[in-house]
C-alpha cells in the first residue's frame, strides 16, 4: 500500500490502447513491479480519503417466484471472482408476475474470495 509507479501501457483485449473509458476492462502494463496482483486497486495520483468497505448495495432481477429471506447464502460474482455474502437488509422495488427487482444491502465474506 502507498506504493508509486508511472503506467508504460494499457492492453485492452490483447491489443494497445491510448485511450479507455469506465467500465472497461483493461490491464496496465506498470514501469515497476510492485508486486500486485489481480484485484489490486491503482489509483491515479493523490487520493486521499479512499474507503475500503466489505458491504454494499445491489440492485438483483430474480426470476423466481419464490421468497428469498436473509438466510439464503448468496454469492457475488463479477467476470473471473466470486465471493460469498450474508444478506442484511431486503427490500422490494418492483415485483412482476415473472420477475422481482429487489435491493439488497449485503455483507462480503472477507476470507471467501475465489477464482473461476
Same mark, same amino acid.
Given at each position: 500500500?502507498?506504493?508509486? *509507479? *508511472? /503506467?508504460? $501501457?494499457?492492453?485492452?483485449? @490483447?491489443?494497445?490502447?491510448? %485511450? /479507455? *473509458?469506465?467500465?472497461?476492462?483493461?490491464?496496465? #502494463?506498470?514501469? &515497476?513491479?510492485?508486486?500486485? %496482483?489481480?484485484? +489490486?486497486? #491503482?489509483?491515479?495520483?493523490?487520493?486521499?480519503?479512499?474507503?475500503? $468497505?466489505?458491504?454494499? %448495495?445491489?440492485?438483483?432481477?430474480?426470476?423466481?417466484? &419464490?421468497?428469498? &429471506?436473509?438466510?439464503?447464502?448468496? +454469492?457475488? %460474482?463479477?467476470? +473471473?471472482?466470486? #465471493?460469498?455474502?450474508?444478506?442484511?437488509?431486503?427490500?422490494?422495488?418492483?415485483?412482476? &408476475?415473472?420477475?422481482?427487482?429487489?435491493?439488497?444491502?449485503?455483507?462480503?465474506?472477507?476470507? @471467501?474470495? *475465489?477464482?473461476?
Amino acid at each position: 500500500m502507498g506504493s508509486e *509507479s *508511472s /503506467v508504460v $501501457s494499457i492492453l485492452k483485449s @490483447s491489443q494497445s490502447a491510448k %485511450r /479507455v *473509458s469506465k467500465h472497461e476492462s483493461v490491464g496496465l #502494463v506498470l514501469e &515497476d513491479s510492485l508486486g500486485s %496482483r489481480r484485484g +489490486t486497486i #491503482v489509483l491515479k495520483g493523490n487520493n486521499e480519503g479512499i474507503i475500503s $468497505s466489505n458491504s454494499l %448495495r445491489a440492485i438483483v432481477f430474480l426470476f423466481s417466484k &419464490d421468497l428469498i &429471506d436473509k438466510s439464503l447464502a448468496l +454469492t457475488l %460474482r463479477c467476470s +473471473t471472482q466470486a #465471493v460469498n455474502c450474508k444478506i442484511l437488509k431486503i427490500e422490494n422495488i418492483d415485483i412482476q &408476475d415473472e420477475f422481482k427487482i429487489l435491493e439488497l444491502e449485503i455483507e462480503l465474506e472477507r476470507d @471467501s474470495l *475465489s477464482r473461476f
